[in-house]
């Protein structure tokens, strides 16, 4: 999905359901990895952006990126309105519920690196793509072993592998 598109989304769902504007950009990060998106404040706790991150626009479903806007403008809009707006706080938990947009930690989007171990067989995963390029450089937790990579999983938000 692209990023006017999801600026679109975010814009009507504050303006229909709080009656606020969206007076922050929405703002795509390829940096984010662990994070799906995140709205971004400063030091004096003036709103500054939200942020989306680039996996999540580039594999998630349609359904799982409209839930991750729907809580970061969650976030945005109990702040202005000046209420609880932390992940955790119970009104802000309340909120995510009453509008079906998903709680932190609870949707997974993005690529991994799958590896077995050479020892012992084990299977794991890895955000690292230069395990991919120089896999005698790293060694797995379970038994310290030498590690073989055996292919990418991608992950769309929806508890359905890709591939």
Known sequence: MDIDRVKQIARVFLTETYGIELSIPVERNNRLRTTQGRYVIKHDDTPLRIELSG??????????????????????????????????????????????APRTGTCFIGKLYTFTCDDCGQVGETWRKQLTLTPEKYRTTCCRGTLTWIGEKIYNGSNELLY
């Open 55 to 100: 996996q999540t626009l580039e594999y998630g479903t349609e359904g799982a990126i409209i839930g991750i806007v729907k809580h970061e403008c969650i976030h945005y809009a109990l702040h202005q309105l000046g209420k609880p707006y932390q992940d955790g706080s119970a009104y802000f938990e309340a909120e995510l519920k009453k509008h079906d």
